[in-house]
């Protein structure tokens, strides 16, 4: 497994945001995948996880009902669409790979890309 994430950038509050996160292997199908953010000087923090079919999702409080986990196992992608984004949003967003069940412990997780940084303005 190889994660590639991409799609951060500078946003002013209000605005959206629609992270990706590509894997080069042929297994993809088989993890739950989930998306993590870790902000300067703080502990990396769940966002978003997704099973491995794509019905099942769960999200952090902080981002629920402004954002949407979701993935395309024909291309290997798993996504985060973020709106009304908020200057608290400003992290490196890390996407992850789970073998076994989706979590929100970053512990549960066996494969990390690189991280893509988000910043939104006030």
């Known amino acids: 497994v190889q994660l590639q994430a991409s799609g951060g950038g500078l946003v002013q509050a209000g605005g959206s945001l629609r992270l990706s996160c590509a894997d080069s292997g042929r297994t993809f199908s088989s993890y739950a995948l989930g998306w993590f953010r870790q902000a300067p000087g703080k502990e990396r923090d769940f966002v978003a996880a997704?099973?491995?079919?794509?019905?099942?999702?769960k999200y952090a409080d902080s981002v629920k009902g402004r954002s949407a986990i979701s993935r395309d196992n024909a291309k290997n992608t798993v996504y985060l669409q973020m709106r009304s984004l908020k200057p608290e949003d400003t992290a490196v967003y890390y996407c992850?790979?789970?073998?076994?069940?989706?979590?929100?412990?970053?512990?549960?997780?066996?494969?990390w890309g690189q991280g893509t940084q988000v910043t939104v303005s006030s």
């Open positions: 997704i099973d491995w079919s794509g019905t099942i999702t």
């Open positions: 992850a790979a789970a073998l076994h069940n989706m979590a929100v412990h970053d512990r549960a997780y066996d494969y």
